[in-house]
């Protein structure tokens, strides 16, 4: 399986963008999917992720309420709904797919890494 993130760029505090993760292969809808990011000298954590089949899904308390994880397995794309953007979402975002279980926050459980998209909030 090979992944593509795509739908990053600058946006203002408040706003909102859209991030794409697009899978190549078979068997994509298998598989779960976790968004993570990575800001500068810092450590990669959990944003969000889906099971296999959608019907589960997690997102990390950091962003409850403002991002929305969601799939469609009939385009092999998992997406990213960002509303009410802060600086502090300023990162790299990568996609992961990787168990055929429900959603993990845990990046051990994924196989897969897409290469990431830059997200940048200004204030």
């Known amino acids: 399986v090979q992944l593509q993130a795509s739908g990053g760029g600058l946006v203002q505090a408040g706003g909102s963008l859209r991030l794409s993760c697009e899978a190549s292969?078979?068997?994509?809808?298998?598989?779960?999917v976790g968004w993570f990011r990575q800001a500068p000298g810092k450590e990669r954590e959990f944003v969000a992720a889906?099971?296999?089949?959608?019907?589960?899904?997690a997102h990390a308390d950091s962003v409850k309420g403002r991002f929305t994880i969601s799939r469609d397995n009939a385009k092999n794309t998992v997406y990213l709904q960002m509303n009410s953007l802060k600086p502090e979402d300023t990162a790299v975002y990568y996609c992961?797919?990787?168990?055929?279980?429900?959603?993990?926050?845990?990046?051990?459980?994924?196989?897969?890494w897409g290469q990431g998209t830059q997200v940048t909030v200004s204030s």
């Open positions: 292969g078979r068997s994509f809808s298998s598989y779960r």
């Open positions: 889906i099971s296999s089949s959608g019907y589960s899904i």
């Open positions: 992961a797919a990787g168990g055929a279980f429900g959603p993990s926050t845990m990046s051990s459980r994924y196989d897969y």
